[in-house]
């Protein structure tokens, strides 16, 4: 079992940066991949990035790559998600998830923190 809190949203306008966290319980945390994930007002969530267990392996969504990094501490039991030249349409509650190493889908989410970016 694993629980996800994130933190790090708020509001910041257009080109700004924000770096978003997320905790992990427990002390496997090292053998999760972990995921970001967004759902803007009105439409589906959506993958944004994900690393995998030794961050060997890290992969963005078209519309964030060159923007945003995804990055973990595995001795803080922790993910992070820097985000940089911030864009209204980047506006979502933004969540993170993890997946059990060698997994197929992400079994554990976050309740979400709020971002908001105006223009």
């Known amino acids: 079992q694993v629980q996800l809190v994130e933190s790090g949203g708020g509001l910041v306008q257009a080109g700004g940066s924000l770096r978003l966290s997320c905790a992990a319980s427990?002390?496997?945390?090292?053998?999760?991949?972990m995921g970001w994930f967004r759902r803007a007002p009105g439409k589906e969530r959506e993958f944004v990035a994900e690393?995998?267990?030794?961050?060997?392996?890290?992969a963005y969504a078209a519309s964030v790559k060159g923007r945003f990094t995804i990055s973990r501490d595995n001795a803080k039991n922790t993910v992070y998600l820097q985000m940089n030249s911030l864009k209204p349409e980047d506006t979502a509650v933004y969540y993170c998830?993890?997946?059990?190493?060698?997994?197929?889908?992400?079994?554990?989410w976050g309740q979400g923190t709020q971002v908001t970016v105006s223009s």
């Open positions: 690393i995998n267990w030794s961050a060997g392996s890290i």
């Open positions: 998830a993890a997946r059990a190493k060698f997994g197929y889908m992400y079994d554990y």
């Open positions: 427990g002390r496997t945390f090292s053998s999760y991949d």
